[in-house]
Every structure is written in structure tokens, then in C-alpha cells.
């Protein structure tokens, strides 16, 4: 594939107010637009994630927690900070911050409606 692409992932929130709160004022992101009370886009660095309100949660949440699956990959360029950040949040982790064995450090943490979100830093960039 020569063009470039990019990917903008779809997450259902029951409660829309609650989720933007966590992602910008929790995760520190930025709102990118709001479409009406039921949608609306988030930016985390060059990408968007965007969010739907929707009655009934979303049923991948089981599926994925029972599976130790994950709905989102971040990589940040200080993994460390910002597991330390968010645990001044009072941000309870899924997974504790450590070294894995594919060469990232990584941390994994629940989002309002239980999304599970990990976060990661290649070995390499990290030195």
C-alpha cells in the first residue's frame, strides 16, 4: 500500500459526558469535534479515537477483559512518566508498568466503561 493511511477507531460509551471527561481531563487527550449529544472525536497525538453514545454497554467489554485482549494500543514517547502521571490520577492499572518480552515496557489501565487501554514505549526508544 503506497498511500498513507490512517485508522480512527469507533469506542461505544453509555454515558458520552463521563468518557470525554476521562480521556481529556484523565488521559490528558484533546477534544477534536462534537457532533450533536451523541457523538463525538478525541485526539491522542496525530490520531483520533472517536465515540458514540449508545443505550447498552459495549459487549466486547467482557469478551476482551475475560480474554486479557485489549480495545486500544498507545505508544508514548515516556511510558514511565506517564504511568507515573496517571497514578497521581489515582488511575487504578489493570496491568502494572513492566518490561515485556517483545521489547516494550507497558502498562494497561481500564477506561470509564471498562475499554481496556494499553500503554507502551519500545526498549529502544526508551534509551
Do not use: C
Request: charged residues 25%; aromatic residues 12%.
Amino acid at each position: 500500500m503506497s498511500a498513507h493511511v490512517t485508522v480512527t477507531p469507533q469506542l461505544r460509551t453509555t454515558n458520552l459526558e463521563a468518557t470525554l471527561d476521562f480521556y481529556i481531563n484523565t488521559l490528558g487527550m484533546e477534544l477534536d469535534f462534537r457532533y450533536e449529544d451523541f457523538y463525538a472525536g478525541i485526539r491522542a497525538g496525530n490520531q483520533q479515537i472517536q465515540f458514540k453514545l449508545v443505550d447498552d454497554p459495549d459487549p466486547s467489554i467482557a469478551f476482551v477483559r475475560e480474554g486479557d485482549h485489549l480495545h486500544l494500543y498507545f505508544r508514548v514517547s515516556d511510558v514511565d512518566s506517564y504511568a507515573a502521571e496517571l497514578k497521581a490520577k489515582d488511575v487504578s492499572f489493570r496491568h502494572e508498568l513492566a518490561e515485556k518480552p517483545w521489547g516494550a515496557r507497558e502498562f494497561a489501565i481500564e477506561d470509564n466503561q471498562g475499554h481496556i487501554l494499553y500503554f507502551a514505549q519500545d526498549e529502544e526508544s526508551a534509551s
